[in-house]
């Protein structure tokens, strides 16, 4: 379960000047960004004094509300926001597209090179001349061709095609991308996944390679980022941007709003700070890690125009943490709160920096700090994430529920409630659960981490017919990592004819996910490791493994890289790791079971099964093979 991640204080309840003349330079006919959990008239009780004292009362999201809205990364995208591609940014695209074609002809092998190379070509082409519903239609026009010839092209052609089609895609090109056809490419991202789950691996091989063309063409986007390291995870709540937003679709309008303001106020400072949060909030929630590249343009662009604005250096620091760059994050979090002790997003992330740095002692005093200062929504969902992580689920859980009863917004409500559901999933609390991602899903029906929630819950209740639908529906919609190995495990798990191949598509279509993530300056060990361990590349999983841990230590990584080890035949150097991946009292059955598992390999039996009894205890469903692999070492050892 990955931090919650929240930070929708206004800025003018801080008294920040910044986003006050921000503000004031928005139209008023503007789509508000309306942020929550200021400390205003609504605010309440701190979430210490809540969980200590079992207050009733917390602080409510929502108590106050400025305007606040994006834009894009140069005066001139502005100015072009919307509108068709120039001749010369066309001419620059189509030359992108048609260097990532040649480098697929490089990479296939075999029959399939000339079909997929004519194919990829066609796609580039269409995506620059008539736009990304052309392109998508290319695409699917030319699969089946490519199913017949693309034989040899496999998976390597698949992740080196996605990451040389990341390599040549630059910061302008992002930054052309309009906003206007950003929910066509990310359809035509579900329906090209979709229909590499349906055809063998030389199909998704070209699907891999067309969809990293037409990305560079800016066509389409693909994956959010999520970072965790059990099966747990629930996407970090947003960064600077209301949840409400995200669940009505007000952040979309609310990007094409401020792109008006800002032709005719290019200037406006405050506002270009906004626009690169809400590019994160599109990277994480629309699955586009291209608006990284335009995020850190539009944050540039407000602190060249004012420098050292809290509210460009907190964006800074949510920006590092999308990355996975949590040293840059806690850095820029520090000078943003020089700049404004009280500014909500940079204490927040400030939490996230040093919880994925391993820092938990700091993270658990930053966390005391930024609830005496800004008590919310966004710092009570920290609170009790470090108070889980230090083994304290009943604190983590009053907490939340506390917040979630004073929640008084459609996204406060949505987000908690899946908070609390993942929570009680990690306990084997499965029909407390399902009740939280009800609530969440009767708030939004639409929202990802509760629909794979309850997909995951309902695989562990045994109703994989169910959970199967419910995470093809997720995958089908944003096909990220997490999901994708969850879809495939649920195929191995059933066995059924085809099950297998079906599987193996999934697994692939993560490497695709991982290269382009990584093309968009995305660190994307943490997947590596935790993917290709049980379904891919042993020795990249390690390597991958080692260089996360090099960066961060963290519960996370530490299971990764213990897990990793086994998988290579290293068993005593990797029981350190696990061990230490469970000295947090973090109660987490994956790290248990891996842990036991090691301890198996090592000769530790009786420390091995009171861990793989404990990790089915805690939570009995934890993984449809994970927890079948720790049943049958348990009777074997009998």
């Excluded at 092998?109 to 239609?137: F, I, L, M, Q, V």
Aim: net charge negative.
């Amino acid at each position: 379960m990955s931090p919650r991640t929240n930070d929708s204080a206004p800025e003018s309840e801080r008294g920040s000047e910044p986003a006050d003349r921000a503000a004031e330079a928005m139209p008023e006919e503007s789509p508000a960004l309306a942020t929550e959990g200021g400390t205003g008239s609504g605010a309440g009780v701190s979430a210490s004094a809540a969980s200590e004292a079992g207050a009733t009362t917390v602080a409510t999201a929502g108590a106050g509300a400025t305007t606040e809205a994006p834009a894009p990364a140069t005066d001139e995208t502005v100015t072009g926001a919307g509108d068709p591609a120039t001749d010369e940014g066309a001419g620059e695209a189509e030359a992108r597209a048609k260097s990532v074609a040649a480098a697929a002809d490089r990479i296939a092998t075999g029959a399939g090179n000339e079909a997929t190379d004519k194919a990829a070509t066609k796609t580039g082409d269409h995506a620059t001349d008539k736009g990304t519903g052309e392109a998508e239609a290319t695409a699917n026009s030319a699969a089946p061709a490519a199913d017949k010839a693309a034989t040899g092209a496999g998976d390597q052609a698949c992740a080196k095609a996605a990451a040389e089609a990341g390599d040549e895609m630059t910061d302008k090109a992002a930054a052309e991308v309009t906003d206007g056809v950003a929910d066509e490419r990310v359809a035509a991202v579900r329906r090209l996944s979709a229909s590499g789950r349906r055809r063998h691996m030389a199909q998704l091989a070209f699907c891999a390679s067309a969809l990293a063309v037409a990305l560079t063409a800016g066509a389409i986007v693909v994956g959010a980022v999520r970072d965790d390291g059990g099966a747990a995870t629930v996407a970090s709540a947003p960064v600077g941007v209301s949840p409400q937003l995200l669940a009505g679709g007000d952040l979309d309008a609310s990007i094409t709003s401020l792109q008006d303001h800002l032709r005719s106020q290019p200037k406006d400072f405050g506002s270009w700070s906004t626009l690169g949060l809400a590019y994160i909030e599109q990277a994480r929630t629309k699955g586009d890690p291209s608006r990284y590249p335009q995020a850190e343009q539009a944050l540039d662009r407000s602190l060249k125009l004012r420098p050292d604005n809290d509210p460009a250096l907190a964006g800074r620091a949510a920006l590092a943490a999308a990355r996975h760059d949590f040293t840059g994050a806690l850095k820029y979090a520090d000078q943003a709160l020089k700049q404004n002790p009280y500014s909500e997003r940079a204490l927040a992330s400030r939490i996230d920096a040093l919880v994925e740095l391993g820092r938990y002692e700091d993270a658990s005093k930053a966390a005391d700090t930024a609830d005496s200062r800004r008590p919310g929504v966004p710092v009570f969902t920290r609170y009790a994430y470090v108070q889980e992580l230090r083994g304290d689920v009943k604190t983590a859980r009053r907490v939340l529920e506390q917040a979630l009863d004073t929640s008084t917004t459609r996204g406060d409500v949505t987000y908690v409630a899946t908070a609390l559901g993942q929570l009680a999933w990690n306990q084997g609390e499965y029909d407390s659960a399902l009740t939280y991602y009800a609530r969440a899903l009767a708030a939004d029906d639409t929202y990802l981490p509760a629909l794979e929630g309850r997909a995951r819950t309902q695989a562990a209740q045994g109703d994989r017919a169910a959970a199967i639908t419910g995470m093809e529906q997720v995958v089908e919609r944003y096909p990220l990592p997490q999901p994708l190995v969850e879809l495939g495990e649920l195929y191995e798990a059933r066995g059924e004819e085809g099950d297998a191949q079906k599987a193996r598509d999934q697994y692939t279509l993560v490497d695709a996910w991982v290269s382009l993530a990584r093309a968009n300056g995305v660190n994307a060990d943490l997947d590596t490791a935790l993917a290709a361990a049980d379904h891919g590349d042993k020795e990249a999983a390690l390597k991958a493994a080692r260089a996360e841990w090099a960066r961060r230590h963290t519960v996370h990584t530490a299971d990764a890289l213990a897990w990793a080890l086994h998988v290579n035949g290293r068993d005593e150097e990797a029981l350190p790791y696990a061990r230490e991946a469970t000295a947090t009292g973090y109660r987490n059955a994956s790290f248990l079971y891996h842990r036991g598992m090691i301890e198996r390999a090592t000769g530790h039996r009786k420390a091995a099964d009171a861990s793989l009894e404990s990790a089915l205890d805690l939570n009995p469903g934890f993984s449809p093979l994970g927890a079948t692999a720790a049943r049958k070492a348990l009777e074997a050892d009998k």
